[in-house]
């Protein structure tokens, strides 16, 4: 938080010093956004981009409330979405018919997917599934896990690696039992 509140200081008395704010919390936006927008890459960069430059325009009206900078850019970056999702154009009803089926279909799709990556995750050995959740549900950078986990950031990604392993394992050995089981 110290290390936050230094860098918006020299932000607001030096505008060429939001770059080092734009550096450090860039990726972690665009990948919250990206998530949100159903992985449409220029949607995400174009909101990334206006969540930047709100947060630079109003740098000198921010005030610190105990909470991480992030939250700060988060929030600037959840009301843009709500901004990008009221926008949208609706469409006739005629026209809507196979939108929302398909719409459905890929809800449970990835309704599915999620409960059976949960259910994988939950078979893991504690160290990796600790990991696995603050990097996967959490969203959490390899750094920030490392902290939180007293691990270097190596240990960080190999544990993910063979988490990764076992998952992909214990995935293919599911489906060929049901494999199996459907034949």
């Given at each position: 938080?110290?290390?936050?509140n230094?860098?918006?200081?020299?932000?607001?008395?030096?505008?060429k010093?939001f770059?080092?704010?734009?550096?450090?919390?860039?990726?972690?936006?665009?990948?919250?956004?990206?998530?949100?927008?159903?992985?449409?890459?220029?949607?995400?960069?174009?909101?990334?981009?206006?969540?930047?430059?709100?947060?630079?325009?109003?740098?000198?009206?921010?005030?610190?409330?105990?909470?991480?900078?992030?939250?700060?850019?988060?929030?600037?970056?959840?009301?843009?979405?709500?901004?990008?999702?009221?926008?949208?154009?609706?469409?006739?009803?005629?026209?809507?018919?196979g939108?929302?089926?398909?719409?459905l279909?890929?809800?449970?799709?990835?309704?599915?997917?999620?409960?059976?990556?949960?259910?994988?995750?939950?078979?893991?050995?504690?160290?990796?599934?600790?990991?696995?959740?603050?990097?996967?549900?959490?969203?959490?950078?390899?750094?920030?896990?490392?902290?939180?986990?007293?691990?270097?950031?190596n240990?960080?990604k190999?544990?993910?690696?063979?988490?990764?392993?076992?998952?992909?394992?214990?995935?293919?050995?599911?489906?060929?039992?049901?494999?199996?089981?459907?034949?």
């Amino acid at each position: 938080m110290h290390e936050d509140n230094k860098l918006i200081h020299e932000a607001q008395k030096d505008p060429k010093a939001f770059g080092k704010i734009y550096g450090q919390y860039l990726t972690h936006i665009y990948r919250y956004v990206l998530a949100r927008v159903g992985r449409q890459k220029e949607v995400a960069e174009d909101i990334s981009q206006e969540t930047f430059l709100k947060a630079f325009k109003s740098r000198n009206r921010f005030k610190e409330r105990g909470l991480p900078y992030l939250a700060y850019l988060r929030r600037i970056a959840h009301n843009l979405l709500i901004n990008h999702y009221r926008s949208k154009k609706t469409l006739p009803l005629e026209e809507t018919e196979g939108v929302i089926d398909d719409a459905l279909e890929n809800l449970i799709s990835v309704k599915e997917k999620v409960e059976e990556f949960e259910r994988l995750i939950a078979t893991l050995p504690e160290k990796h599934r600790e990991i696995m959740i603050l990097r996967y549900r959490e969203d959490l950078p390899i750094k920030e896990i490392a902290q939180k986990t007293n691990k270097s950031e190596n240990s960080v990604k190999l544990t993910l690696s063979r988490a990764r392993k076992r998952l992909i394992k214990a995935h293919r050995t599911k489906a060929g039992q049901n494999k199996k089981a459907g034949n």
